[in-house]
């Protein structure tokens, strides 16, 4: 009995020395070929090992396999979906007696990994025989189509209520990843991103969680780090999780911990955003392709949210940000569903424009162009005649009409404080809604400097090649002399009564091509002003003024004449009794003018635009004389002026009509030479006295 047990331990140490040792001595690459035709039937691929398989049981089970090359689908850009120099695995011997699989160690080393969605809207995701066949919900973004009830039934449930693969639970101590590749190619759109250089580390405790993970990688060229953890699905139904990633240029740190819930049904992602970065123009410069931005955004910066997202809605209800000590909040709500839109309220505590504005880099300045004759201002143009340039019908960078027809959103903007010039535009508020295409601006309004309350109202929309704004301006200030020195304009010359309040009330219609004001009512102290105007930029401006002017005294306005000092006596000196006038030493007299010289030299600076005017004035004074009704219709056009009436009921007494014009008022060679061309004046009156 006892040579009988010897025996039977005998063999059956024999037996499991041969099961654990015999696969050492095996030359597993002759199995290749059924190794391949096995992942063909089950993934609907072909698979192809190039390299060596290696297969050890002891002191651990481990499989090493080099050079791996998963076909890609039918129609794909790449043939392959899938390459990998090397795979190492390494298993428990120990915990297999218990059920437990504890993989102690995966080494994907060089994998390359290539996602796609192909010109029919397909993606190469999709295995099993029906590689072609995916749901219509799929065409347009990354999905498998691996059924969840194959993959439900492959991992049952062991004694102790964890998820398994036949019977056996799973355990990943280490996942490694060495100098891998992802690339997502979407062939509809023209779009192909990298993750390259990619080398991370996870941990998987339970086919149910949790998962630890972090690595690093470049994203277009950016390198980051990255960190994330999965939790343990809750009941069935929530996983909580973690990410964060490190963008090295600029420091910037980014995260977001949450959890999705409802997984059987409509899952819903909540969680914690959370931005900050040391410089905010590094940043974007590099994530920008090199794009150079103001010195002033070289600051920190930092974001906070609580983001719920599912697939209809996005939801941020409590958004803080800040730039430096620019600080704000809001609220943010996305539309996914067959109505897309946003909902964004942003309110902000101060902006210093003064800094933003600042360019990055001074630009070579282009060489000037040779003027061009612009063509002569018609009716049938504009109602002030003014006829937009050539020059203007450039491209625009951004086209109402590229919007969804149903796009529906609403911003809703709030500064307290915009440092501009110097001085602060204070409770800027700024509310549109965008629908059916066009911008409604139920508000854009501010407290300027000057004590100057500015209001706009208006639709923004699209009709030809540019969007263009249509509505109403309302300004009014009273202190018109200081809104003038924040924009730059010395009005030091005038009479300090002048230039105290200005109103301003009308209509506007403003585009690329041209800016036109109508129907506007300004009051500048005393003077009241009506009419329409029309400002065309380009090479050449030209204006149209309509005007309409009840009373004006110019000489209120005019810079005080300085007073002319008094003649210095001359020193008389005799010369051997003869006495002769000398001037002191070092003087000079006055040049005579030149008889070529033309007086009407200096209005050479109307050859540099082009304008029509017509103006009516009931009361005009001048020098001191005072002029009634006073009518004006002309035309400026390529540097010659013409009066088709230029009259007045009375001047200081006298009625006169003038007509003709003036010709030659381009400079040539810098100097202008006008002439007055077929000239006509008629002049009545009772008296020249």
Same mark, same amino acid.
């Given at each position: ?288 392709? /090199?794009? %150079?931005?103001?010195? &002033?955004?070289?600051? !920190?910066?930092? $974001? ?5 997202? =599912? #697939? ?109 010039? /110097?001085? %602060?535009?204070?409770? &800027?508020?700024?509310? !549109?809604?965008? $629908? ?5 601006? =139920? #508000? ?111 000489? %209120?306005?005019?810079? &005080? ?129």
């Amino acid at each position: 009995m006892k040579k009988l047990l010897i025996g039977a331990a005998t063999f059956a140490f024999i037996l499991v020395a041969t099961v654990l040792i015999l696969p050492t001595f095996i030359n597993w690459n002759q199995y290749r070929e059924e190794i391949a035709s096995q992942a063909r039937n089950a993934l609907g691929r072909e698979l192809n090992i190039k390299g060596d398989i290696k297969l050890t049981i002891l002191p651990s089970p481990a499989l090493a396999i080099n050079g791996i090359h998963l076909a890609n689908v039918e129609g794909a850009s790449t043939s392959d979906m899938v390459t990998l120099k090397s795979l190492e695995v390494n298993i428990a011997l120990i915990p297999l007696l218990g059920q437990n699989i504890q993989i102690t160690s995966v080494r994907l080393v060089e994998p390359v990994v290539n996602l796609e969605i192909l010109e029919d809207g397909t993606n190469n995701l999709a295995f099993g025989a029906a590689t072609k066949e995916q749901p219509e919900g799929n065409i347009s973004s990354f999905g498998s189509t691996t059924g969840t009830p194959t993959a439900r039934s492959q991992a049952d449930v062991n004694g102790l209520g964890m998820p398994s693969v036949g019977g056996f639970a799973v355990q990943i101590d280490s996942f490694v990843i060495e100098n891998g590749q992802l690339t997502l190619r979407d062939v509809p759109r023209g779009r192909v991103e990298r993750l390259e250089t990619v080398n991370g580390k996870f941990r998987l405790a339970s086919l149910i969680g949790p998962m630890e993970m972090e690595g690093s990688a470049f994203i277009r060229k950016i390198p980051i780090s990255f960190s994330a953890s999965v939790g343990q699905i809750v009941q069935d139904r929530t996983l909580p999780f973690r990410v964060a990633a490190t963008v090295i240029p600029g420091n910037v740190n980014l995260s977001y911990s949450g959890a999705i819930s409802n997984l059987r049904g409509t899952p819903m992602l909540k969680g914690k955003f959370s931005l900050e970065g040391k410089n905010l123009n590094t940043f974007v410069s590099v994530v920008a392709n /090199g794009t %150079a931005l103001p010195s &002033a955004l070289g600051r !920190a910066f930092s $974001a906070q949210a609580t983001i719920a997202a =599912s #697939q209809t809605q996005i939801d941020i209800p409590d958004l803080t940000f800040s730039l430096d000590d620019t600080k704000g909040t809001g609220k943010v709500t996305v539309a996914l569903g067959p109505t897309p839109g946003a909902d964004v309220m942003l309110a902000i505590n101060k902006v210093d424009l003064d800094k933003f504005l600042v360019a990055p880099s001074q630009p070579t300045p282009a060489p000037p162009k040779e003027p061009t004759t612009s063509s002569a201002p018609s009716a049938s143009s504009s109602p002030l005649g003014i006829q937009p340039s050539a020059s203007q019908s450039a491209d625009t960078p951004f086209s109402l009409a590229t919007l969804p027809e149903n796009l529906v959103s609403s911003l809703s903007l709030s500064i307290e404080a915009l440092k501009f010039k /110097g001085k %602060a535009i204070r409770q &800027a508020k700024l509310t !549109a809604e965008l $629908a059916g295409r066009e911008v409604t601006l =139920s #508000q854009l309004s501010a407290l300027l400097p000057g004590n100057t309350d500015l209001a706009m109202f208006g639709f923004v929309s699209q009709k030809g090649p540019a969007p263009a704004f249509d509505g109403t301006v309302d300004m009014a200030t009273n202190d018109l002399r200081g809104v003038l020195g924040w924009l730059g304009i010395d009005a030091s010359g005038i009479a300090q009564d002048r230039l105290r309040k200005l109103s301003f009330s009308g209509k506007v219609l403003a585009g690329p091509q041209a800016l036109n004001l109508s129907d506007f009512d300004i009051q500048v102290d005393n003077t009241k002003i009506k009419g329409a105007a029309v400002i065309a930029p380009g090479e050449r401006v030209s204006l149209g003024l309509n005007l309409d002017v009840d009373k004006i005294n110019l000489d %209120a306005y005019l810079p &005080a004449r300085k007073k002319s000092a008094a003649p210095k006596k001359e020193f008389t000196t005799k010369i051997q009794g003869t006495s002769l006038d000398q001037k002191i030493a070092g003087s000079k007299a006055p040049s005579a003018p030149s008889l070529d010289y033309n007086p009407l030299a200096p209005l050479g600076l109307l050859g540099s635009f082009d304008m029509n005017l017509k103006a009516k004035i009931g009361s005009l004074t001048l020098s001191g004389v005072p002029v009634s009704d006073l009518a004006v219709d002309s035309a400026l056009l390529n540097g010659g002026l013409t009066f088709k009436n230029l009259s007045a009921q009375s001047l200081a007494g006298i009625r006169g009509k003038v007509t003709g014009g003036l010709a030659g008022l381009t400079p040539v060679d810098g100097v202008a030479d006008p002439t007055f061309k077929d000239f006509k004046f008629d002049v009545r009156g009772k008296s020249l006295r």
